[in-house]
């Protein structure tokens, strides 16, 4: 009686499958976000390159020229000398 119902109920299950795992069914195309690629800035050098050189990205957002810039490490006390050769200015983007 066991192994009646057991047959039973999984033959009702593989029908149950059949039905419902057999449709013929759309498949959705991914859909593709197309990116605009924006052309690369280039990058300007200031000062000099070296070993112990600091590489920093830099916007000039203040409305003004720029004719001086200094960048300090976090552990020093004193600001050190202006980084733009003279004469150099740096434009407002």
Same mark, same amino acid.
Request: charged share 35%; hydrophobic share 35%.
């Given at each position: 009686m066991k192994r009646k119902l057991i047959r039973m109920f999984g033959l009702a299950l593989c029908v149950g499958i059949g039905i419902t795992g057999c449709g013929d069914k759309e498949k959705e195309e991914p859909k593709v976000k197309e990116?605009? !690629? !924006?052309?690369? !800035? =280039?990058?300007?050098?200031?000062?000099t !390159?070296? #070993?112990?050189?600091?590489?920093?990205?830099?916007t000039n957002a203040s409305g003004q020229?720029?004719?001086?810039?200094?960048?300090?490490?976090?552990?020093? #006390?004193?600001?050190?000398?202006?980084?733009?050769?003279?004469?150099?200015?740096?434009? #407002? =983007?």
């Open positions: 990116v605009q !690629e !924006e052309p690369e !800035e =280039k990058l300007r050098v200031i000062g !390159e070296g #070993d112990n050189a600091y590489v920093i990205q830099f020229k720029l004719t001086g810039l200094s960048v300090k490490a976090s552990g020093t #006390d004193e600001w050190p000398e202006n980084i733009l050769a003279g004469g150099e200015v740096m434009e #407002d =983007k």
